[in-house]
C-alpha cells in the first residue's frame, strides 16, 4: 500500500457498536450542545404526523410489490416548515445547491445532516445518491424515518457517526456537502482535513456556514451573546473566522471557487422570523426546531439574531475544489 495512502475503514453503519456509541455520546457532550431528545424522538415526530409506525413496514412491502404500488405519504417538501435547522430554511438550501453539479450517478455527502431536510431536498432535485452523517442518534432515526415517508429512503443513507471519525473510504464522494454544522466542531483541521479524503479528485466541497467577523481579532471581541442554537456556554461555541477556515483550506490544497457572504439577508430573514410561527402549513405547530433543538430556541434564535447585528458572526456559502 501507498506510504500516504489512508487503510480503508470498515463501514459502521447505524446500528453500531456500544462502545462506538459512547465514545461520539461523549464527543457531542464535549463539542457543542446535546441536540435531539430522550432517544424517542422519531417516534414523538411519527405520532406528531399522525403516522403508524407499526403500519409502515406493511407499507413499505406493499411499495416494493408491482402490483400495488402505493403512493409515498408526503412530499419532501411538505416537512420544509421543520427539517431545515440552519437560518433561511429550505431557501438557502435552494440557493447553495445551484452551486451543485450533481447527477444521477453522483454521490454525494451531508455532513451534520441533522433530521435529513437538505438531503431530501438534494435526492429528490437531482435524483443522485446522497449520504448523510449526523451525531445525534435521535436525529438519524428521525431522518430515516423521515426519508421513509416521502419514498427517497432507497436514495437517501443515513449513518450515525462523527464528522471527524468518518466510517468512509478514501475518495468515495463526488460531492462534500453542510449546513451549519462546523460550529459545533472544536478540531477543525481534522473536520476539514476528513472531507479532504472522502471527497475524489476534483471533487466539490459545498458549505453554507456561519462564522466569527473577520474583522474581530482578540478572542474576547469574538465572544457571542449566549445561549444560541449551538451553544449554552463559550467553551461550547466553536465558530473561528473565515479568513481562519480560508487559510485551512489552502493549507490543504483546496481551490476556492465560490465565497458568498450572505450575512445581511441572514438577519433580514431572522428580522421577520418566528420561532414558533407555523401557522400556514396544516402540520401539528409543534413540528418547530423547538422540538430538535430545544425549547429555549426562541432565545436561541433572538441570539443569533443580535449577534448578526452586533457583526460578531457571518454567514457563508462557499464552495471548493479539491485539487
Ligand atoms: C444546526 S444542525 C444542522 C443540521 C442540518 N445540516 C440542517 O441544516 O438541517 C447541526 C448538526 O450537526 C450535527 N453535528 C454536530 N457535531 C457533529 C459531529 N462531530 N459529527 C457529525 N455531526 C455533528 C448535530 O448533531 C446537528 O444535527
Known sequence: MHPHKK?????????????????????????????GGDGNLAKRVASLLEVDIANLN???????????PQKPLFSAKDFSVFDHLHSRGRASTQELSEYLS??????????????G?????????FVCKVYGIDLTKDFCETAILLNRLCGLDKRIDITHGNACDMPYDDGHFDIVWTQHTSMNIADKKTFYSEIKRVLKPGGTFLFHDIFSNDTLKTSEERQ????VPWASQP???????????????????????IWTDVTAETHLWFHNYSATDNDDHKLSKELNPALF?????????????????????????GVFRKC
Open 58 to 68: 406493511n407499507h413499505a412491502n406493499d411499495q416494493n410489490d408491482k402490483n400495488s
Open 7 to 35: 487503510r480503508p475503514k470498515p463501514r459502521r453503519k447505524f446500528g453500531m457498536r456500544r462502545e462506538q456509541g459512547a465514545k461520539e455520546e461523549r464527543a457531542m457532550e464535549k463539542s457543542s450542545i446535546k441536540y
Open 293 to 317: 433543538i430545544g425549547k429555549d430556541f426562541p432565545e436561541r434564535a433572538k441570539n443569533l439574531k443580535k449577534n448578526l447585528a452586533l457583526n460578531k458572526t457571518s454567514v457563508i456559502q
Open 235 to 257: 467553551e461550547h461555541n466553536h465558530l473561528i473566522t473565515g479568513e481562519a477556515t480560508r487559510d485551512i483550506l489552502k493549507d490543504l490544497g483546496f481551490h476556492r471557487e
Open 102 to 115: 450533481a447527477h444521477p450517478g453522483s454521490k454525494l455527502l451531508d455532513i451534520g445532516c441533522g433530521i
Open 224 to 227: 457571542i451573546q449566549l445561549p
Open 117 to 125: 431536510g437538505p438531503a431530501r431536498f438534494i435526492a429528490e432535485r
